[in-house]
Structures are given as C-alpha cells and as structure tokens.
C-alpha cells in the first residue's frame, strides 16, 4: 500500500512539473507543432473530462474529485490478490486525479497541453494526468476481461 501511494505521488508530481514548465515557458493559447499531427497548446480547462461541467464551481469539482478519488481507493482497497492490472489501474487513476485536483483546487482550473490534430481537426486537448487516468481505466478493464475469460466469478467486493 505504501509502494502504491508512493506511485500515485511520483505520477501527480511529473504532471505538476509538467504543467509547470508549460506555464513558464509558453503563453496562454500558444502551439508548438512537435510532429504534423501532434502539438503541445496550453490551454485552460474549467470543466472535467472534454470540458465537461464547465460551469460547477471549483469548490464541488474539488468535492467531486475528492470523492470519485476516495471510491477508486476503496476499489482498490478492495482488489483481489491477483488483479495485479486492476491494483496497477487504480494506482494511476488515483496519481492522475490527484494531479488534476492540484491544480483545480489551487487555479481553479486545469492546465492541458497535449493536442492531436490535423489540419481539420483536433482531438480535445489533455494532459499527463488525464493519460494516467486513461491508461489506469483500461488496465482496470483489462483485468476484468482477463478475469472473465479465465472463468473467474466476481466475487462480492
């Protein structure tokens, strides 16, 4: 447990350097093309995923947050011994929140910086954290299937 905290600090503080480097060195709105079809572009965001409830204030999407944050661990908690993906999943979606929590409960809303595209059309632009958050998702589903394959019955968590 401690070794799994420790991963989910290690994941919200490269995020949070991350961020800061975006902040120092770029302005607001500013794109730095890296390949044709990726750009880094510092961008704001009020609202969770994609924006979504942009117009809750920071105070309960810090709640909010905080709460989600405080099931996953208790999913993880929960994990069985051999959903090591699941336990690994959990771990990022919880450093990944926590980066993003930062920086709403500190700025009121979270630096993004990643933007795929093409010359008609982009991808939402996100950041470190939220890739931690969606790999974690997929390893959590992932030990799911495996589970199911292996005919293994969910048991009551």
């Not at 060195?25 to 924006?51: C, E, K, V, W």
């Not at 809303?109 to 790999?135: E, K, M």
Request: glycine content about 8%.
């Amino acid at each position: 447990m401690i070794v799994a905290g420790a991963i989910a600090l290690v994941c919200a503080v490269v995020d949070q350097i991350i961020k800061s480097l975006v902040v120092q060195n770029m302005a607001l709105y500013d794109q730095i093309d890296l390949l044709p079809f990726f750009a880094l572009y510092h961008t704001r965001n009020t609202g969770i995923a994609f924006s979504f409830l942009s117009g809750f204030s920071d105070t309960a999407m810090v709640v909010l947050t905080g709460a989600v944050m405080l099931f996953i661990g208790w999913l993880a908690v929960r994990a069985e011994h051999h959903q090591h993906l699941a336990r690994a999943g959990f771990v990022l979606i919880l450093g990944g929140a926590l980066g993003n929590i930062v920086d709403r409960a500190t700025l009121g809303y979270v630096i993004d910086y990643f933007l795929f595209h093409t010359p008609v059309w982009s991808f939402a632009v996100f950041n470190l954290a939220d890739v931690f958050i969606t790999v974690g998702a997929m390893f959590v589903i992932l030990q799911e299937f495996l589970d199911w394959r292996r005919g293994r019955p969910a048991t009551d968590r």
